[in-house]
Every structure is written in C-alpha cells, then in structure tokens.
C-alpha cells in the first residue's frame, strides 16, 4: 500500500503559481532591504539643506542640495515607490492563489512552521540552516507532485538544523543585527519563550515547538564559530550525533504550500539523505519505540517516492559508498529488500 498519492494536474498548477509569486515577492523584498530601507529627504543644518539618508536610528549625509543630490533623492522616492506597488500587487496575488489552493482543499506546512522560516529567509537572505525531520516530507511533496497520508506529516513542531561552522546572520529593518529568538517573538508569535537560559528550544502558548540543533562537534570541546547565540539571551542549537554528515549532504530548496495556502521557503537535505538518517535514527538501540517505527515508516514512504517519482536522486552504488558505513548498510539492505539493490558490479548470488 502506497502512503502517498499523486497530485491533480489544477492542484499541481495552482501550486506552481503561488512558487513563482513568492519567488518574484522575495526577490522584490530583497531589493527592497538592499536599496530602499529607511528614508531620504533634506535636513538643514547651519541654515543650509542637506540630503540624508536615515535607516532606523542611523543617518548618513549625502551632500548638500544641488543638482545632483536632487537627482539621487528623485531616483531613490520614484525607486521605493515603485518597488513597494510591486511589493503590494504581488501579496494581493499571493492572497488570491491562497484562497484558491484553500478551495482546493490543499494546504499543507503548519502556519506557525511557515511563518518562521518566511521570516528567516527575509531577514537572513543565506541564514544556512535546514529542515530537517518530518517537515522536510513537504518538500519531497512539492518536488514529486504527490502528498503524504496526513498521519505521515503530523508534527507539533519544526526541527532546525544551523550549519556552525559559520555564523548566522539576521538583519532587521533597521539594518541591526536580529538574535533568532527576537526575530521569532516580533515577527511570528510574541508567546514564543526558550526554556531556561540559552535553551535550544521555543514554544509558544499553543505548545507550539521551534527546535534548533547543530552537529556535535570533534572534539567535543572544538568551539565552532556558529556555536555561539547571537544575542546574549538568545537560543543556543543543542549539538547532536549523527549531523556532521547531514549538514554536509546535497540540499534540495523548494516552495511548499502552507496551512492557509500561502507559499513558504523550505531547505532541507536531499531526500535520500533524508531517508538514510530515518533508517539510522529508528535502528538506534535507544530510540524510543515509537519514534522509531514513525522513522522508519517516513524512510520507506521517502524512498518509495525517490524510487517511483524522482529519479534525479539516484539510489545507487556510487550514492551509498559516499554514506557513513553503518547508514549505507541499512539502505542497502532495506533496497535489497525490495528486490532492487544497487547495482555493485559482482554476482549477488
């Protein structure tokens, strides 16, 4: 029995058109922050009009009035202008195409998840960090044009993964640098608190959970530059086993859709690398059981949507000698199974 189905061909559309309005809003917000921030307008000083630029509480002078200074406060009003009507005619699109995929009954990533990883995108254009865990099924979804039985995907929380090996950086609108639990209180859920100081966890009054890990560092004691939080009382990732090679894999960075319809970015390992560490994490002697058989049931559906819709992510021989050794075996193994091992080049006899 298969535990996902194929997509309508008016889902799959719907679906293709809200990616490519986020896809254009986000690139409109990514100039907006680079070019238009703040404001511009003359200042006198000394009895004379100077031309300053402002962004937050920081104020810069461009010169005083003349032709020229005229000419950059007439391209930089006509410019913000200009991109914040693009801004607004692609939210009213995306606010359509969301009541559209609603009557489709298709909605997927939970509300609070989207909304916190909208956010990091905006205010950390290469933040680094992965989904990682049960929804990153949403992006094998989008990438297949199928979806998940909804026991597969029922989560109350989002796992996810910082690259430590480089600091994150969070810029706000006022081009300050952001802590993650700051950005997350004022821009997704003022009820979001960390448990205990510097604590690798949020939740919110509806129980809501925001995770963040890191691979364990070797030697342990090794202080990796992104370990660090980035506000004093900031979370701090809590580093795991069994990441190193995670944070290392090929990354698949797709648009899914979330529980209102709206469109999310999501980044996640690729799906066979997703499905390997499922098997490893449910064959762990001390994972609870019940964690386990959810691991492993995620892993097969994975890679029986790998095996039957994505064969750009080839599971061969060349793709398991690159895994750990203990994690290629368990997917040999689990292929072997099925009938279809990698080919090795000798007699499986």
Known sequence: MSN???????????????????????????????????GMNWETRNGKAYLYRRIGKIGKSLGPRTPETEVILAAFSEGKQRIEQRLARLGDQMNTQAAILRGLRHTRLPETAARVLREMRIHGRNHGARVVGTN????????????????????????????????MRLIADTKEALG?????????????RPHGPNGYRLTNDSGYMV?????????FSRQMPGAAPLESDDITAVPLDGLQWLVNAPEVDTIVIDARG??????????????????WVASLTDREA????????????????????????????????????AIGALLFDELKSRGTPPKKGTPDW
């Open 211 to 219: 995770e963040f890990i890191r691979p364990l560092p070797r030697p």
């Open 262 to 279: 709206f469109p999310a970015p999501l980044i996640c390992p690729d799906p066979r690398h997703f499905a390997a560490h499922k098997l």
């Open 290 to 325: 019940g964690k386990a058989m959810r691991d492993r049931l995620q892993a097969l559906a994975v890679i029986d949507v790998i095996l039957q819709k994505l064969p750009q992510f080839p599971l061969d021989d060349t793709f398991i000698a690159n895994l750990p050794a």
């Open 180 to 192: 993650i639990t700051r950005l997350i209180q004022e821009k997704v859920d003022k009820t979001f």
């Open 136 to 167: 990153a099924l949403y992006a094998y979804e989008a990438l297949a044009g199928v979806i998940f039985e909804e026991g597969m995907t029922a989560t109350g929380d989002i796992d996810i993964l910082l690259d430590d090996r480089n600091r």
């Open 4 to 38: 996902f189905n194929d997509l309508d061909e008016r889902t799959v559309r719907e679906r293709i058109n809200q990616s490519q309005n986020w896809e254009a809003w986000i690139d409109a917000e990514d100039t907006r922050r680079h070019s238009y921030m703040g």
